[in-house]
């Protein structure tokens, strides 16, 4: 597997709209375990979370001639295709799910996820800035909101299962996220 930074995730996807199958071949090998991971974390469920990467790699390879890179990278575009996947499947198995803006989903989709959380935004960004930036802007949240941040956009948890994970109100909980993402969108801006 070769490191996120050196592999070409447009390339790829080029190759892919242009019928290359050893292409597809490589991007599965590439980001099949962290797809699975950050797909793992949204549904608690191995054996759907590895149908959803199954179907997304189907996706990808169906729709690789609809990436632009004018709408961000395509690693982005690959998680966020995965990410809408799982997101549809719990949609599907009735349990409430975070609204996530734009910008955030941004962040989070180029991120690999892996499972060690000090490596959690390691590759969050190919910008450094950005990077650094994002640092920042968790660093300066309280320590719950920021917990609650974190469980609800790296970890995948709904509102109702971060409440219960930090024995506090759903009310509260929704306020915290709702004030954080207003503060990390400013602190960003």
């Known amino acids: 597997m070769t490191s996120p930074i ?3 995730y447009e390339g ?3 190759s892919c709209a242009s019928g290359n199958r050893r292409a ?3 991007l599965y090998e590439q980001e099949s375990p962290r797809l699975l991971a950050v797909v793992m974390r949204i549904l608690q469920n191995r054996s759907l ?3 959803i990467v199954h179907d997304a790699f189907i996706k990808i390879w169906n729709n690789a001639a609809s990436y632009s890179k004018e709408l961000g990278s395509a690693r982005g575009w690959i998680y966020t295709l ?3 996947l799982a997101l549809n499947a719990l949609k599907y198995s009735q349990r409430q799910v975070l609204a996530e803006p734009d910008f955030l989903l941004d962040l989070c989709d180029n991120n690999s996820l892996e499972a060690d959380h000090i490596n959690e935004f390691s590759e969050l960004a190919a910008d450094c800035r950005t990077q650094a930036a994002l640092y920042t802007c968790i660093d300066h949240l309280a320590p719950e909101p920021k ?3 974190l469980h609800a956009y790296v970890d995948g948890y709904t509102q109702d299962e971060i409440a219960t994970l930090l ?3 759903l ?3 929704k306020s915290w996220i709702k004030r954080s993402l207003n503060a990390l969108k400013e602190c960003l801006q």
């Open 24 to 26: 597809l071949v490589q």
């Open 82 to 84: 995965a990410r809408n």
């Open 12 to 14: 790829a996807l080029i």
């Open 167 to 169: 024995n506090k109100p």
């Open 171 to 173: 009310g509260t909980v």
């Open 6 to 8: 050196d592999f070409d």
């Open 147 to 149: 917990l609650c941040i």
């Open 49 to 51: 979370a590895e149908d």
